[in-house]
């Protein structure tokens, strides 16, 4: 099923190179980008970027981990001009460090507050106003890695599995509603977040090309949109195989944490 094309779109984590991409992607004459991020000179940048382009642009400074602010800014700002489509793109990543000291408490909290709290929160406080209108199309971005657990970032393969999970649910429970949910689950993509995770880095497609395949898959409304495909394939197998099997292939390939 193909949808009508957006055009109001908030994307968040907008300053960093998958969110940019996405930003200039969309960015066309009457589409209205909202660009949520706390970094407010990439933001800006992008925006005169996106409006080059023809695009009528909202830099959003927000910081989502803050519950409240952002359950305010979606009941009494965004609800007067509610987005088409929404691609909750914000997000982080760590692993055990140097010398495999482990993940840090701190760290760990960091990073569940941002990809899991803050996801959820956004997408319970929009559920409602989407409903109210009748239609409405959310991008949760996941990862590959939600398909099995790196021993190298456990914390945030467990965070993406929550996402996918959740994902899944919502667009089951909210089919009814006019309401699409899309998991995005990218491999590798060129960007500060892949060169600091340790590990080989296979496959790896440049921000341009994901956000491309992102937004096709968007437009057909596919449930599970999963990229490259020997990536994709090899993380399913990681998936389905014995945890035996898995742990030595990993291991064989330098994840074994």
């Given at each position: 099923m193909s949808l009508p094309p957006p055009q109001t779109i908030l994307i968040t984590g907008a300053s960093g190179e998958l969110g940019q991409a996405l930003a200039l992607y969309y960015a066309a004459p009457d589409i209205h980008?909202?660009?949520?991020?706390?970094?407010?000179?990439?933001?800006?940048?992008?925006?005169?970027?996106?409006?080059?382009?023809?695009?009528?642009?909202?830099v959003v400074i927000l910081e989502l981990t803050d519950i409240a602010a952002l359950q305010h800014w979606v009941n009494h700002s965004l609800s007067l001009n509610i987005p088409d489509l929404v691609i909750a793109n914000a997000g982080m990543n760590i692993n055990h460090g140097t010398a495999q000291r482990g993940e840090q408490w701190a760290e760990i909290d960091a990073l569940l507050d941002v990809n899991i709290?803050?996801?959820?929160?956004?997408?319970?406080?929009?559920?409602?106003?989407?409903?109210?209108?009748?239609?409405?199309?959310?991008?949760?971005?996941?990862?590959?890695?939600?398909?099995?657990?790196?021993?190298?970032?456990?914390?945030?393969?467990?965070?993406?599995a929550a996402i996918k999970v959740y994902g899944e649910a919502m667009r089951g429970w909210l089919a009814e509603d006019g309401i699409q949910i899309n998991v995005v689950m990218p491999g590798y993509i060129d960007s500060s977040m892949a060169a600091a995770m340790p590990g080989p880095k296979p496959f790896m497609i440049s921000a341009d090309t994901a956000a491309q395949r992102i937004a096709q898959g968007l437009a057909k409304n596919h449930a599970r949109i999963t990229f490259p495909f020997p990536l994709t394939l090899g993380t399913w197998w990681l998936m389905v195989l014995p945890a035996s099997w898995s742990q030595l292939i990993l291991k064989t390939l330098h994840y074994g944490g």
């Open positions: 980008l909202l660009l949520q991020g706390r970094q407010q000179d990439k933001l800006e940048d992008l925006a005169t970027r996106c409006r080059l382009r023809e695009a009528k642009v909202t709290k803050a996801t959820f929160a956004l997408v319970n406080a929009l559920v409602p106003l989407f409903r109210a209108r009748g239609q409405g199309q959310l991008a949760l971005i996941s990862s590959l890695a939600a398909y099995y657990g790196l021993p190298v970032t456990p914390s945030y393969c467990a965070s993406k």
